[in-house]
C-alpha cells in the first residue's frame, strides 16, 4: 500500500488572511484517473478544466 502524508507548515501572516486555493492532483497513469484533494471549498458544479496528460 502505498500512504501520501501531507505536511502543513504555520506561517505567521499578520493581519492579512488570504484564502488557500492549494490544490493537489494525483495521476494515476494505470487507472486513468486523477485524484484532487483541495484546501478550499469546491461546490459539486466547480470544473477543474482540462489537464493534458503526457505524451
Given at each position: 500500500?502505498?500512504?501520501?502524508?501531507?505536511?502543513?507548515?504555520?506561517?505567521?501572516l499578520g493581519e492579512e488572511a488570504?484564502?488557500?486555493l492549494t490544490l493537489n492532483m494525483l495521476r494515476?497513469?494505470?487507472r486513468g484517473t486523477i485524484?484532487?484533494?483541495a484546501r478550499s471549498p469546491v461546490t459539486h458544479l466547480s470544473?477543474?478544466?482540462?489537464i493534458k496528460q503526457p505524451g
Open positions: 500500500m502505498t500512504e501520501y502524508l501531507t505536511q502543513d507548515v504555520l506561517l505567521d488570504p484564502e488557500d494515476f497513469a494505470n485524484l484532487v484533494v470544473v477543474l478544466g482540462s
